[in-house]
């Protein structure tokens, strides 16, 4: 068969640019190179410790699929954000964050956001299997925001708090006119209503809702969870004329009930929180700072895991630095409604990791951490306040014991 050539779509204030792609490479050479953890990435992207010798074996295939390079004749497009998982998850290992960002759009009328979905949204995919079945952000649109790749370590830790311990979060009395709110949506796993804990808006509870949802929207494989194929725009011709593969094409496995969807759940489940390193003097100064400036009212230090089977997931304590909450966040929000979260919210993201996860926040426009800080708004304004009035040396107290997670 001959190479389909794969294009892309970039949207710079209303520019449409095509951008041409090489076809797919065959054979071995198709797959990217895979991290190891290692002293080359400081520990990161290791499995969690304590697994069994099945359950590292489920990690590892997990891996393999999450570098797994598709083609449009394995189910990839007609239209797709990349080509494998770790393209836009890599940095320092397989699962970490990188620049990469995807574009959400829609349009806002008197506040209330219309997703667009008619036309293909909220979200842009930059890049086609051929040229006539690219995506632009559509002339109705009004709101345009771009998101970054996060990180994916410890997400089975995350994953492994109870919907209680999340809730208990937003309950708890704060200072500051800090509220937060637990994001309520269903997991399209189980069907049930629970609490969102994952992505910017919270939008998902479980990692394989996570999964099935990346294999529909950012590679083009629809899946059991996810099985109706986004067409380009919402244009089912379009569709119709360059769609070759059958629905769905993540297979399940009739013995075992499980596809490549699952494999993907297994490599995220069981991936080990970010590495901490040792502390300065300074950052432990810094730290004792981020919690009395008030900090920790949203950045929550640790929360706990329930009971769970995988014995290195349960009752385990998670050092993640949030309470997995949704924020009105003023002016520092993106304009999306998604799921339970409104236009104006957005989820206290996880610091763990924080060192390797540049450049910082929802669409990447802080390139430094003290950059972030001075941008919050919102519920976190008095508390960002608070931090730019330090003085200098102070400031890099915190700074230094940011850079330490």
């Known amino acids: 068969m001959k190479e389909k050539m794969l294009v892309g779509v970039l949207a710079i204030s209303g520019v449409v640019v095509a951008q041409v792609l090489p076809p797919p490479v065959t054979g071995p050479r198709q797959q990217p190179p895979l991290v190891a953890p290692g002293p080359n990435n400081n520990g990161f992207g290791a499995p969690l410790a304590g697994l069994t010798l099945d359950q590292l074996a489920a990690f ?3 891996r393999e699929e999450f570098t797994n390079v598709e083609t449009p004749e394995g189910g990839l497009g007609p239209i797709f954000n990349g080509r494998a998982c770790v393209q836009c998850h890599n940095t320092p290992a397989p699962g970490g964050a990188s620049p990469v960002n995807v574009t959400r759009f829609g349009r806002t009328v008197n506040g209330v956001f219309d997703p667009l979905e008619s036309k293909g949204g909220s979200l842009l995919q930059r890049f ?17 925001a771009q998101r970054e790749s996060t990180p994916l370590f410890g997400l089975g830790l995350v994953e ?3 919907d209680a311990a999340i809730i208990a979060n937003a309950t708890r009395a704060k200072p500051d006119g800090v509220r937060g709110r637990a994001a309520m949506v ?12 994952f992505g910017w808006k919270a939008q998902h509870a479980t990692l394989l809702s996570i999964a099935g949802d990346a294999y529909l929207n950012e590679l083009g494989i629809t899946n059991r969870f996810f099985p109706t194929e986004n067409a380009p725009n919402g244009n089912t011709a379009l569709l119709a004329a360059f769609k070759i593969t059958t629905d769905p094409e993540d297979v399940v496995d009739p013995e075992t009930g499980r596809g490549d969807t699952d494999a993907l759940a297994d490599f995220m489940r069981l991936l080990a929180p ?7 003097a300074s950052a432990r100064s810094g730290e004792a700072l981020f919690a009395q400036i008030g900090c920790t009212s949203c950045h929550v230090p640790t929360m706990t895991t329930g009971r769970h089977p995988i014995a290195a997931l349960s009752e385990k304590p998670a050092s993640l630095y949030s309470d997995l909450l949704l924020h009105d966040m003023g002016a520092l929000n993106d304009g999306i409604a998604q799921a339970d979260a409104r236009p104006n919210e957005i989820k206290t993201p996880p ?5 390797v996860s540049a450049p910082y926040l929802h ?10 800080i001075r941008l919050h708004d919102g519920e976190a304004r008095r508390v960002r306040d608070r931090y730019v009035g330090l003085t200098p040396a102070l400031r890099q107290q915190i700074l230094d014991f940011l850079s330490s997670l």
């Not at 086609?128 to 345009?144: G, K």
């Not at 970010?274 to 300065?280: E, F, H, N, V, Y």
């Not at 610091?351 to 060192?355: D, I, K, S, V, Y």
Request: aromatic share 2%; proline share 9%.
């Open 274 to 280: 970010p590495p901490r390193l040792a502390q300065s």
């Open 128 to 144: 086609a299997i051929d040229p006539a079945a690219l995506e632009v952000i559509p002339a109705e649109a009004n709101t345009v």
């Open 351 to 355: 610091l763990w990791g924080l060192r």
């Open 60 to 62: 590892n295939a997990g």
């Open 160 to 162: 492994a708090i109870p």
């Open 186 to 197: 269903e997991d399209l796993a189980t069907g049930e209503m629970r609490v969102g804990r």
């Open 363 to 372: 669409d990447g426009r802080a390139a430094t951490i003290d950059q972030a």
